[in-house]
Structure formats: structure tokens, C-alpha cells
Nanobody
């Protein structure tokens, strides 16, 4: 069974940092592009970041560029999202997703359960 499990969410003050982790089981991440998405209550899910499996190229939504960094450790079968300079508008449930492709194409077939990130003073 393919599983993705997010962790690392929590409550943080504006300007603070969190690192989210997404651990995969049932498959290896080596040949999957991996993405992070988020969804706030009453809003549609939006793409946050993606990292390719081919050369590690990364992509970011304009709203998080310069603040978030996606990375992958294939040896640990884990993908990360380092979030710095967090803002209240970053509050959402964050999901990781896997796409069996060399590059991020937007066709993610496997999703984690999500982890809550709350940015508040």
C-alpha cells in the first residue's frame, strides 16, 4: 500500500519557522516528483511547491518564494518543506503528494493525510 505521512506541523508565531516532513512507504521516492499543497478552511487547495525526480529542480508558488524551501532525501525516502518567515496567511492544512514522473506535471496520484500549520500570535 502506498502511503505518505506528513509531520512537523504545529502552532508558531508570525516570523517563526517550521519544517514539515513527508515520509513515504510502499514505494520509493526516487522516481517521483513530489509536491506540497495547502488548504485553508473555505478555500480551495493550492499548490505550494514541487521538486522533480530527474534533477531536483524546484518550483514555488509566488506567495512562498524566498521563504519556503523544498528538498528531498531519497536515502530516507522523505521530502521536506522548510518554512521560514511564516505569516498568518500561511495557516492551512499542508499535504504532500507524489507524481510518478521525472518532472512536476501536476498529475499527483498519491496524497498524505495532511498536517496542520497555524501561524498566530
Amino acid at each position: 500500500q502506498v502511503q505518505l505521512v506528513e509531520s512537523g506541523g504545529g502552532l508558531v508565531q508570525p516570523g517563526g519557522s517550521l519544517r514539515l516532513s513527508c515520509a513515504a512507504s510502499g514505494f520509493t521516492l526516487d522516481y517521483y516528483a513530489m509536491g506540497w499543497f495547502r488548504q485553508a478552511p473555505g478555500k480551495e487547495r493550492e499548490g505550494v511547491s514541487c521538486i522533480s525526480s530527474s534533477d531536483g529542480s524546484t518550483y514555488y508558488a509566488d506567495s512562498v518564494k524566498g521563504r519556503f524551501t523544498i528538498s528531498r532525501d531519497n536515502a530516507k525516502n522523505t521530502v521536506y518543506l522548510q518554512m521560514n518567515s511564516l505569516k498568518p496567511e500561511d495557516t492551512a492544512v499542508y499535504y504532500c503528494a507524489a507524481e510518478k514522473a521525472a518532472w512536476c506535471q501536476g498529475d499527483f496520484g498519491s496524497w498524505g493525510q495532511g498536517t496542520q500549520v497555524t501561524v498566530s500570535s
